[in-house]
Structures are given as structure tokens and as C-alpha cells.
């Protein structure tokens, strides 16, 4: 099986940054395309950001020019980094991946990560 582990959420002022890192392990044999979604209180989870094998990209218009996805393949770890955050970015951050993986034959499914908060307030 596979899991993934987010990390890097927290509190910060409007204006300012944040990096969040997102880890795949277990019996990994290709990590597809990976993103970031996120669920605001009162709305629905909406996909922020995403990125294939290659490394092409794909952002919300809410995020275009502030947020920045990317991954390391080697580590199966994927980033978004975030700047000029405002409040409307407060909300959980969830990692997803697209992952080809060992069970004694070649399987592949989608999984989450458990979420990072990220609380942009003055």
C-alpha cells in the first residue's frame, strides 16, 4: 500500500509565505500525476494545483502568479509553495497522487494525505 504525508502548514500574516511538502511511501512503482486541494470551512474540496510525471502544470485562477507546484521525482515528494498569501487561502491542504504500486502484481490507484492546515490572519 501507499501513503502520503503533508507537511509545512500553519500560521501566517497576510502578504506572506508558506511551503508545504507532500511525501509518497510504500511499495511505490510510478508516481503519476500528484496535486494539491483544498477545503476552505463551508466549501466544497477544490483542486489547487497539480502536476504530471513531466512536470507539466496546471493552477486555479485564485492562485495563478502566487502559488508554485513542483515535485522530485526521485523522493516522490511534491511541493507547493506559497506567497502572497490572503485570508481566502486559509483552509486544510490535501495531497493527492496517482500511484502505480506493487501488490504482488502491478496495481494503480489514487490516494490522500491526511491534510495540513494553513491559516492566513492578521
Known amino acids: 500500500q501507499v501513503q502520503l504525508v503533508e507537511s509545512g502548514g500553519g500560521l501566517v500574516q497576510p502578504g506572506g509565505s508558506l511551503r508545504l511538502s507532500c511525501a509518497a511511501s510504500?511499495?511505490?512503482?510510478?508516481?503519476?500525476?500528484m496535486g494539491w486541494y483544498r477545503q476552505a470551512p463551508g466549501k466544497e474540496r477544490e483542486l489547487v494545483a497539480a502536476?504530471?510525471?513531466?512536470?507539466?502544470?496546471n493552477y486555479a485562477d485564485s492562485v495563478k502568479g502566487r502559488f508554485t507546484i513542483s515535485r522530485d521525482n526521485p523522493k516522490n515528494t511534491m511541493y507547493l509553495q506559497m506567497n502572497s498569501l490572503k485570508s481566502e487561502d486559509t483552509a486544510v491542504y490535501y495531497c493527492?497522487?496517482?500511484?502505480?504500486?506493487?501488490?504482488?502484481?502491478?496495481?494503480?490507484?489514487?490516494?490522500w494525505g491526511q491534510g495540513t492546515q494553513v491559516t492566513v490572519s492578521s
Open positions: 493527492n497522487a496517482d500511484v502505480d504500486y506493487y501488490s504482488g502484481s502491478l496495481e494503480r490507484a489514487g490516494y
Open positions: 502536476i504530471t510525471s513531466g512536470g507539466s502544470t
Open positions: 510504500g511499495r511505490i512503482f510510478r508516481v503519476n500525476a
